[in-house]
């Protein structure tokens, strides 16, 4: 296979994606069926097939690249430049809060497909999670780094802070408050992680 070809199945798959996608997020994961995603990427099913073994697999997927557009959305703005560490920790949980809050009343039907990537595929959840520990470790060293924190085991610190933030970043929760309340306890969240990280 040249790289033309690989292009091109490259380029389907990424179309067979937009229009599972598309559906999955007006009708949700269980209402899809794999002649629907066949027929709005305009080919047959049996084509589809050679692309996605099955409705899961390209679930999956989707879902994949749903968390690493989030993901990289957050490094941007951890990597950018902010005054101190615990306003980039602020950020962080803010800005991922109003993404996540954001993503769930734009696509209403997100849940389902979260439900079955927690459930069927949790390789997936276990990949976004390690990768926003590593975002907070970072933020968590650049303290240490400033001078503001005085953290001696930052993998563990930053699972902790993980944990105390996960009602802000799983869109299953959305559902519960509008978003200047959740903006108000996520603040109140980072408050009190920041006594306990702050040097006194």
């Known amino acids: 296979m040249d790289a033309n070809d690989s292009k ?42 050679r692309y996605f073994k099955n409705k899961q697999d390209i679930a999956a997927v989707c879902a994949g690249r749903c968390m690493n557009e989030q993901q990289n959305l957050m490094c941007e703005f951890v990597r950018q430049s902010h005054s101190n560490a615990a306003e980039t920790l602020r950020i962080f949980v803010v800005e991922g809060l109003k993404s996540t809050h954001q993503m769930y009343l734009e696509q209403p039907k997100i849940n389902e497909l979260v439900e079955f990537i927690a459930s069927e595929r949790q390789d997936i959840v276990h990949k976004k999670i390690q990768a926003q520990h590593n975002l907070i470790t970072e933020i968590l060293a650049q303290g240490n780094k400033s001078g503001e924190f005085n953290i001696t085991d930052l993998v563990v610190t930053a699972r902790a802070v993980q944990n105390a933030l996960v009602k802000f970043n799983v869109p299953i929760f959305m559902a519960l408050y509008p978003l ?21």
């Open 180 to 200: 200047d309340e959740f903006i108000v306890m996520a603040n109140e969240v980072v408050d009190l992680i920041l006594q306990g990280l702050q040097k006194q």
């Open 8 to 49: 091109i199945i490259e380029d389907l798959r990424e179309l067979i994606l937009d229009a599972a996608v598309a559906r999955f997020q007006r009708y949700g994961y269980g209402k899809t069926t794999m002649a629907e995603i066949a027929k709005d990427s305009d080919m047959s099913a049996a084509n589809l097939y």
